[in-house]
């Protein structure tokens, strides 16, 4: 019950505690965490990011999973509309995961705006990071990606931007969001002492720095309420797809809807890779529409052999041996598929003479979204 209490207190000054930073007890402008203490003033001065009813701002805890999501929303702050859109279209999914009531929201505009998807939500599901209390803390590593989707940040493959003493540590996709992170302003192109230390956890008073550098950045954002959503929905019968790149168009119950066909988010698929559309002519879809484009579907119809086997190739590092079952969960560090992002946990049934903390490359077919014939290599 006591550690219930304070993760209750703790979720409530994310969200409604309004105290100043130049009343917290516990940050200063010359103290250990001085270098935060502005960011922190501005935050909480906007409602984005608080301190405890007793007076501190705790800038040395570790964020949660759910508490970045929410951290996320505040940052954007949507509007009412927008957020009952993303929870109309996600809520299922989001308690089907065991997210808790107070994290609802949070978790389904960052589904709707894809900051995650639903195979990062199932991922995060399995590795504790939903847990109300004691919960498993997510690595800067797969921070940082959240904040470059969120915050509709490009990669960029110029690690030469990049000045970190640990850079061969840091997956490839982290890294690529990194750079332009680092060119605007957002993160340091020398890390904490010169390193990025991607597998800590990241603190309070790091997330509030980075959220003042992103709000006084010149990234585009509205100027009440952050970037701005114009995504509605058509659910149908497919009659017909053309592709032509950016000009493809997928008509659906009679009319015409513009897509592109490479950047495109199948639901089911979580990834427009290997991916044929003219195979979804005929079946039944939901499509979410951004100024009148279609920028993701989801299947209303069993789908059958649509989706495509595909190769898949990826680094992980072991993190559990499940003996009894022959299972390993492994943490992906670097793959040339969406659908298993740097930071996630999965697990598989390859037993061999493997330990803890081996580093393998694995090769396998994707075969609707599981993978089969396994082969690994140890590094």
Not at 267 to 291: H, Q, R
Request: with cysteine.
């Amino acid at each position: 019950m006591k550690k219930f209490l304070l993760m209750a207190i703790f979720i409530f000054t994310l969200i409604n505690t309004k105290t100043y930073a130049k009343s917290y007890k516990d940050l200063t402008h010359d103290g250990d965490y001085s270098w935060a203490y502005s960011a922190v003033e501005y935050l909480s001065d906007k409602g984005i990011f608080e301190g405890y009813p007793d007076g501190n701002f705790k800038p040395y805890r570790a964020v949660s999973f759910l508490e970045i999501m929410q951290v996320i929303k505040n940052i954007n702050n949507p509007t009412s509309n927008e957020v009952e859109l993303a929870r109309n279209t996600y809520e299922t999914l989001a308690k089907s995961a065991g997210v808790p009531d107070w994290a609802i929201d949070a978790l389904c505009y960052n589904l709707f705006i894809n900051t995650i998807t639903p195979s990062t939500l199932d991922a995060a599901n399995k590795r504790g990071f939903l847990k109300d209390t004691d919960p498993v803390y997510p690595d800067r590593n797969s921070v940082t990606v959240y904040f470059a989707r969120a915050f509709k940040i490009s990669e960029d493959t110029d690690f030469s931007q990049l000045k970190h003493t640990d850079l061969d540590a840091i997956p490839y996709m982290t890294k690529s969001y990194l750079v332009n992170l680092v060119k605007s302003g957002i993160y340091s192109d020398t890390g904490s002492d010169g390193y990025f230390n991607g597998n800590k956890y990241i603190r309070r008073s790091e997330v509030a720095v980075i959220a003042d550098r992103y709000l006084k950045s010149s990234l585009p954002l509205d100027a009440n309420s952050g970037p701005i959503l114009t995504k509605t929905f058509v659910e149908g019968f497919v009659e017909s797809v053309s592709l032509n790149g950016k000009d493809s168009i997928m008509k659906i119950n009679g009319v015409d809807y513009k897509f592109d066909s490479n950047d495109i988010y199948v639901m089911e698929l979580n990834t427009n890779e290997y991916f044929d559309f003219k195979k979804i002519e005929g079946y039944k879809v939901k499509a979410s529409l951004k100024d009148g484009i279609i920028k993701n579907i989801s299947f209303i119809d069993e789908k059958g052999d649509i989706l495509k086997e595909s190769q898949v190739t990826f680094k992980a590092e072991l993190l559990i041996l499940r003996s009894e079952s022959g299972n390993m969960d492994l943490r992906i560090l670097e793959s040339d598929s969406s659908f298993l992002t740097p930071g996630s946990i999965i697990t598989i049934n390859n037993p061999g003479d493997y330990k803890v903390g081996d580093i393998l490359n694995i090769y396998a077919n994707l075969i609707d979204r599981e993978l089969r014939d396994i082969k690994i290599e140890k590094l």
